[in-house]
């Protein structure tokens, strides 16, 4: 079945230790989003990709970073963690257009912070 | 900027019967998409329903189904017969449709919680 993969599903770091989470999508999407999800939040948007373009939010902290090397992949580097990184952090995408093309999510990173 | 609200945190209801989930947003589009996601605990988010806002009729997808009243800016999901998998936080979300990143603008979410 065409989905949305994240690994690890499960991430634990040190603080201030470099961590990088994966997104790979066998739907062929061009729109590929991270999020941050806290406990019983809402997720918030990092950023995205439309495409190869790369769409930072405006109060993203620039200690999170992404790479799309291809359609199919996306990363998130988190170059220095702090405990307040701590978080669900999930993988979307979508196709673009104007019709109600939905975004499909995928399982979710939990990374613990120590 | 649109903003999405959720006015109930935390919601239960008893298997079998109905409950509604409500949700209000604000824009000053005339033509745009909401949505209702699913997000079970430990498990991954999925859409639920979807409504046009340029659709008079309100969606329906089996026991699901959506009250979008477009002048008041409401767009409530209501469950019928309750099934104790409907556990699971529920989030309302907007799209524009002058957004090309197809962005999300995401309600707080509604906790609910079918008790047996």
């Known amino acids: 079945d065409a989905m949305v993969i994240q690994n690890p599903r499960y991430q634990v770091t040190q603080f201030g230790k470099p961590v990088t989470l994966s997104c790979s999508q066998t739907?062929?999407?061009?729109?590929m989003y991270w999020y941050q999800q806290k406990s019983s939040q809402a997720p918030k948007l990092l950023f995205h990709y439309y495409d190869k373009d790369f769409n930072n939010e405006a109060d993203t902290p620039d200690n999170f970073q992404s790479r799309r090397p291809n359609t199919s992949f996306c990363f998130l580097d988190i170059r220095s963690p702090g405990l307040g990184d701590a978080a669900m952090y999930l993988c979307?995408?979508?196709?673009?257009?104007?019709?109600?093309?939905?975004?499909?999510f995928g399982p979710g990173t939990r990374l613990t912070v120590t | 900027a649109q903003t999405v609200t959720q006015s109930q945190p935390e919601m239960s209801v008893q298997e079998a019967e109905t409950v509604t989930l409500s949700c209000t947003y604000d824009?000053?589009?005339?033509?745009?998409?909401l949505f209702w996601y699913k997000q079970p605990p430990s498990r991954q988010m999925i859409l639920v329903i979807r409504q046009e806002a340029y659709k008079q009729q309100n969606a329906t997808e089996n026991r699901f189904s959506v009250n979008f009243q477009k002048a008041a800016k409401s767009f409530s999901l209501k469950i019928s017969d309750s099934q104790l998998g409907d556990t699971a936080m529920y989030f309302c979300?907007?799209?524009?449709?002058?957004?090309?990143?197809?962005?999300?603008?995401f309600g707080g979410g509604t906790r609910l919680m079918v008790k047996p």
């Open positions: 979307a995408t979508t196709l673009s257009g104007p019709s109600t093309y939905e975004q499909y």
């Open positions: 979300a907007f799209r524009s449709m002058f957004n090309a990143g197809n962005m999300l603008t």
């Open positions: 739907l062929n999407h061009n729109v």
């Open positions: 824009t000053s589009e005339n033509n745009y998409y």
